[in-house]
């Protein structure tokens, strides 16, 4: 499985940016994916997770009401909308995939900067 992420870039505090991650390859074992991120000098965090099957939906409690995932299956293509930003979201987000029970697969990652 090869994902691969787009949308990053550098937006105002309040702003808004749509993240994209694109799924190729053996994608039918994935049953879970997410959006992790990692700041500088922090550990990588889970910031939202959606179940491919059902397309149940998790958010980390510092994006909730502010950011929303959701899939195109048919795209194999997973998006992060991200509204109302605050410099605190600055970091390098990252697309996963779970299969077997493992964040087996990740993205090369995409910075989001926000400033003040």
């Known amino acids: 499985v090869q994902l691969v992420e787009s949308g990053g870039g550098l937006v105002q505090a309040g702003g808004s940016l749509r993240l994209s991650c694109a799924a190729s390859?053996?994608?039918?074992?994935?049953?879970?994916m997410g959006w992790y991120r990692q700041a500088p000098g922090k550990q990588r965090e889970l910031v939202a997770g959606?179940?491919?099957?059902?397309?149940?939906?998790s958010y980390a409690d510092s994006v909730k009401g502010r950011f929303t995932i959701s899939r195109d299956n048919a795209k194999n293509t997973m998006y992060l909308q991200m509204n109302s930003l605050k410099p605190g979201d600055t970091a390098v987000y990252y697309c996963?995939?779970?299969?077997?029970?493992?964040?087996?697969?990740w993205g090369q990652g995409t910075q989001v900067t926000v400033s003040s």
């Open positions: 996963a995939a779970e299969s077997y029970g493992l964040w087996n697969y």
């Open positions: 390859g053996s994608t039918f074992s994935i049953n879970v």
């Open positions: 959606i179940i491919i099957g059902g397309g149940s939906t």
